[in-house]
Every structure is written in structure tokens, then in C-alpha cells.
């Protein structure tokens, strides 16, 4: 079992930068292939950006096309935490952002964490 918990969402203007975290439980991190979805109001969520774990200790990094140059996923497997990095942003990223966890690759989604809110205004 893992539990995802997100922090470091909040409000921005056009242009801003913010730093979401992800701290998970479990002790296999470093296996698991983790990732980044989001929901705007009134739309399905979607696929934001992914690190998927290949074996030893190689990971391989993919991103949704609207947020590849500005976004960046990252993780620190001794915290066990996943990050994801946004920069340049703009009002369409707006969303709830959700933190995801697979045991192979993403999809499938195997944990959810309960999400964490970012706001762009202009």
C-alpha cells in the first residue's frame, strides 16, 4: 500500500514558477513509477508528466506536449518524495494536480493522492 500526500500548490500570476511536492509512503519507492495528473474544472483529468522507472536506477522522464519546456518531474528516492517543478505559467494550467503511483508504468494509476490546488491569474 502507498499513500501520496501533495503539497506546495497555491496561487500565481501569469509567468510564475511553483514547485509541487509529492511524499509517499511504502518502501519500495525507488520502483515505482510515478507521475503527474491534472483536472481542471469541468474537464477530465489528464496526464501532466511522468517518471517511469526502467530498472536499477534508471528512470526515463515524459511529459504531456502542453507543458513539455516548462514543467519538469523529478524524484528524490531517499525522501521519497516526487516533484514537479512548473515554470512559464499560464491560465490553462489552473487545475487540480494529483500525484500518481504505479507499479509498472503510468497507465495504469495503482495510488491517488488526494490532489493540491494551483491557480494562474493574469
Known amino acids: 500500500q502507498v499513500q501520496l500526500v501533495e503539497s506546495g500548490g497555491g496561487s500565481v500570476q501569469v509567468g510564475g514558477s511553483l514547485r509541487l511536492s509529492c511524499a509517499a509512503s511504502?518502501?519500495?519507492?525507488?520502483?515505482?513509477?510515478m507521475g503527474w495528473f491534472r483536472q481542471a474544472p469541468g474537464k477530465e483529468r489528464e496526464f501532466v508528466a511522468a517518471?517511469?522507472?526502467?530498472?536499477?536506477?534508471?528512470?526515463?522522464?515524459n511529459y504531456a506536449d502542453s507543458v513539455k519546456g516548462r514543467f519538469t518531474i523529478s524524484r528524490d528516492n531517499a525522501k521519497k518524495t516526487l516533484y514537479l517543478q512548473m515554470n512559464s505559467l499560464k491560465p490553462e494550467d489552473t487545475a487540480v494536480y494529483y500525484c500518481?503511483?504505479?507499479?509498472?508504468?503510468?497507465?495504469?494509476?495503482?495510488?491517488w493522492g488526494q490532489g493540491t490546488q494551483v491557480t494562474v491569474s493574469s
Open positions: 517518471t517511469t522507472w526502467s530498472g536499477g536506477s534508471i528512470y526515463y522522464a
Open positions: 511504502g518502501r519500495t519507492f525507488s520502483s515505482y513509477s
Open positions: 500518481a503511483a504505479s507499479v509498472t508504468a503510468i497507465p495504469p494509476v495503482d495510488y
